[in-house]
């Protein structure tokens, strides 16, 4: 299973919305999840990449989820949003208004240390995006931060 998308951001040539869409939803009839997880439209951090991809997943989503699927979009749970706040505000990570939710969520995940661990050095692969955070935080504290996820 593979999912090519023919132009990339990267290279100054924004992926349509219609185009990566229509890969999704080949993806999503394929597989057949009863789940699927994605950014909220505002890419819980602002990012325009994972704006796109909240966008391309809501119309692949509508088009081609099996009935009785859902959709899943990050949220950060209050209790979380206030024991990280300082760290946040210090490193203006999240847009004002980013999507808190109640602690009531659908989906709350707390990585193991070994998937923590694997998630990390994903994030850290893309040393444009992470490098600066992972320094200035330290590994421990930045390990730590990225081992929960949460969706509403």
């Known amino acids: 299973m593979k999912v090519t998308f023919p132009h990339s951001r990267r290279y100054g040539n924004p992926i349509p919305v219609e185009t990566a869409a229509a890969e ?3 993806l999503l009839e394929e597989v057949r999840p009863d789940t699927v997880v994605t950014f909220g439209a505002d890419g819980i951090t602002g990012h325009p990449d994972h704006r796109a991809v909240a966008a391309w997943a809501a119309l692949a989503f509508q ?6 699927a859902r959709l899943l979009r990050a949220a950060i749970p209050a209790a979380r949003a206030a024991r990280w706040k300082a760290l946040t505000d210090r490193f203006g990570v999240f847009e004002p208004g980013y999507p808190v939710v109640p602690d009531e969520v659908a989906l709350d995940l707390r990585l193991s240390p070994e998937v923590s661990t694997l998630k990390v050095r994903a994030l850290a692969a893309q040393a444009t995006q992470t490098a600066g955070l992972i320094e200035a935080m330290g590994p421990d504290v930045y390990a730590a931060w990225v081992s929960e996820e949460s969706f509403a």
């Open 24 to 26: 999704l939803c080949s």
């Open 63 to 68: 088009r081609a989820a099996p009935r009785g």
